[in-house]
């Protein structure tokens, strides 16, 4: 129900928390309308099978899909790393939730993890303009959102609101909602529908209709003025 444009480059996406449920539905999305292998670089445990089958049109969506769990900010390093020789012109997608998640752990040292964090966003963000594909992150804390913004290309907030999470940002729209049997609509969903109706004088409408007096009744103050134009006044 949300219309993305998957640009090329590093795109990040502040989710409401680090395991939502909206990453999956896009990649699902992304799988079903583009050919080609998709890796995601799984942190957190955020890769549910469960919940990519639950958002998936068709389980041969997922096919494509190869998923690497890393549990160190070393693992997750590492496997940026290897999408270099793994990634191609054919590539669909590339994920990485809660990318900055592994380098804030105690087992590193503070002098190092930048240096990581910063080398494996920069290698994501090449990936994706050299190879013109999509490059997908999710941070979901102001701190870890300013520390991805100086390498993405591109910025996507992900609001939760009472009917579901609504895309804002660079080429996002939110289309309509589900709510279990069926989908609330949204504005966007009509104006791409039925299109833009022209402006209409709402007093110029009511004339047409007949349901505004635009002529003084006869008999009246202005009415008799206007009837009787050539009327004396006498001194």
Do not use: K
Not at 23 to 48: F, K, M, Q
Not at 139 to 160: F, G, L, M, N, Y
Not at 180 to 192: A, E, F, K, L, R
Not at 197 to 205: L, M
Request: proline share 7%; aromatic share 6%.
């Amino acid at each position: 129900m949300s219309r993305l444009e998957f640009e090329p480059g590093l795109t990040s996406y502040r989710v409401p928390s680090p395991r939502s449920p909206i990453l999956h539905e896009l990649v699902c999305s992304r799988l079903a309308e583009t050919p080609g292998p998709a890796y995601w670089i799984d942190a957190g445990n955020t890769a549910s099978p469960q919940v990519l089958y639950d958002c998936a049109s068709s389980p041969r969506v997922l096919d494509s899909l190869r998923i690497a769990r890393s549990f160190t900010a070393y693992q997750h390093h590492s496997i940026v790393r290897r999408m270099v020789e793994n990634a191609t012109l054919r590539t669909s997608l590339i994920v990485a939730p809660n990318v900055v998640s592994r380098y804030r752990d105690d087992d590193v040292p503070p002098w190092e993890r930048e240096e990581l964090l910063a080398a494996s966003l920069e290698t994501l963000a090449e990936l994706g303009r050299a190879l013109e594909i999509p490059v997908l992150v999710t941070t979901s804390s102001d701190e870890a959102e300013a520390t991805v913004s100086e390498h993405a290309d591109h910025t996507v907030e992900c609001v939760r609101t009472r009917e579901g999470v609504r895309l804002e940002g660079d080429g996002a729209e939110t289309m309509g909602y589900w709510r279990g049997s069926y989908w609330q609509t949204t504005i966007p969903y009509w104006v791409d529908c039925c299109g833009v109706a022209d402006r209409i004088d709402p007093v110029v409408t009511a004339a047409d209709r007949g349901l505004l007096d635009m002529y003084p009744e006869p008999g009246g103050s202005s009415g008799e003025a206007l009837s009787n134009p050539e009327t004396e006044v006498s001194g």
